[in-house]
């Protein structure tokens, strides 16, 4: 599976933004899917993540109420809807596909395949 994160941008504190993360490969449609970002020096941390079917999803408190996510399988792209931006989503967001674990997880590291990475700025 590929990925190909893109929809980042600079906008203004309360604004929102919508990435996508287009996949190639069938595989896709049967993978947990998920968006992380990270920091400049800071490790890389779950925002929020999709099962295949979209029947279950997950949320950071941090982005609780304010993101969501979805996915469109017969276009083999992944969405994360931000509502209400501020300053502190500003960071490099990446997208993630997990094919063998199955489960909804937080962890980086049981994510098989990433995105490029798209940057987010939300001025103050």
């Known amino acids: 599976v590929q990925l190909q994160a893109s929809g980042g941008g600079l906008v203004q504190t309360g604004d929102s933004l919508r990435l996508s993360c287009a996949a190639s490969?069938?595989?896709?449609?049967?993978?947990?899917v998920g968006w992380f970002r990270q920091a400049p020096g800071k490790e890389r941390e779950f925002v929020a993540g999709i099962t295949w079917n979209g029947g279950r999803s997950l949320y950071s408190d941090s982005v609780k109420g304010r993101f969501t996510i979805s996915r469109d399988n017969a276009k083999n792209t992944l969405y994360l809807q931000m509502n209400s931006l501020k300053p502190e989503d500003t960071v490099v967001y990446y997208c993630?596909?997990?094919?063998?674990?199955?489960?909804?997880?937080?962890?980086?590291?049981?994510?098989?395949?990433w995105g490029q990475g798209t940057q987010v700025t939300v001025s103050s």
């Open positions: 993630a596909a997990d094919l063998v674990l199955g489960t909804l997880s937080t962890t980086p590291a049981e994510y098989d395949y």
């Open positions: 490969g069938r595989t896709f449609r049967s993978a947990t």
